[in-house]
């Protein structure tokens, strides 16, 4: 009975995992026929290549911002619906809207919201007195206007989460915090903030790994411009192996930003593991 599953998975999960391995030790250009063997060349020469490591810099300048911006949002959102038991199940649903939007959607919105010369956001500038911006034009604000864009769509997901984590909180420490003359900063710090603590790590791996995989909104927004401002791994390892055709390359690519993506996973299951003994011992 479990014969035709492990073939089924060996076909559609570990027969790729092998080619893509051996793909990445050859100079396999598509475009030609013989694939001869190179050993590491390929992982070498990503390594030294600037355009990689700018697509490594600007994919860990997102993981951070994001991260950053759509906890401390994500955090003031769930205190604010805590704090309204009867209109939170209105608001709650409403505010989820943008994390059910495709990102294709989203890109193709982020063109014309921020668009330089008719879009609304330029155009309230120019009524508060402001020059209009580039925004995705620009090369100093692409890379901002995405993760405007990005922070909107995720922020409602981070808040969901955190919710559910201050809902399920016991209410003892907080009566006998309140008796003892604790402010509202003593308890969030003290008492919120440690309990939340493995949600919280749930929520930054669960972001980091949906971060580093960043593909659609800037494949319809900016394609890795103005230049490469934008360009992050996922896109350049896109553009390496389906336009320019150099699937060694590629693969190679995609072998190193899985290893990051390797860790963050084993993490996420240690802190799965180290919550669920937690639940046990209570």
């Known amino acids: 009975m479990v014969l035709p599953t492990v073939i089924i998975l060996a076909i559609i999960v570990i027969f790729p995992m092998i080619f893509s391995i051996t793909v990445s030790l050859r100079d396999f250009d598509i475009r030609r026929p013989l694939h ?33 911006f759509e906890l401390i949002l994500g955090m003031l959102l769930a205190l604010s619906l805590l704090n309204l038991p009867v209109t939170r199940k209105i608001y709650q649903p409403i505010m989820l809207i943008p994390m059910m939007v495709m990102p294709v959607v989203i890109g193709y919105m982020g063109r014309l919201v921020f668009e330089v010369r008719s879009g609304p956001i330029n155009y309230f500038l120019n009524l508060l007195g402001l020059e209009s911006l580039g ?72 972001r ?23 360009m992050t791994l996922s896109l350049f390892t896109y553009l390496i192996g389906f336009r320019y055709w150099d ?18 996973v084993t993490i996420f299951i240690r802190v799965m593991e180290r919550r669920e003994k937690i639940e046990e011992q209570k």
């Open 36 to 68: 001869p063997f190179i050993g590491f060349t390929n992982f070498v020469n990503l390594l030294t290549d600037g355009d990689f490591n700018n697509a490594a810099l600007i994919t860990s300048t997102m993981v951070v911002a994001e991260l950053f």
């Open 135 to 206: 925004w995705h034009a620009s090369p100093d604000l692409a890379l901002v206007t995405i993760l405007i864009l990005r922070i909107w769509q995720w922020t409602p997901f981070v808040m969901a989460v955190l919710l559910a984590g201050l809902l399920s909180m016991p209410l003892e420490p907080f009566d006998s915090a309140q008796v003892d003359g604790a402010n509202n900063l003593q308890i969030f710090t003290y008492i919120t903030l440690p309990i939340l603590r493995p949600i919280i790590a749930l929520v930054v791996i669960m």
């Open 247 to 264: 699937v060694g390359k590629a693969s190679a690519a995609a072998w190193l930003i899985m290893i990051p993506l390797s860790i963050l």
């Open 208 to 230: 980091a790994l949906e971060i580093l995989q960043t593909f659609d909104i800037i494949y319809v927004l900016t394609l890795g411009g103005p230049g490469s401002r934008t």
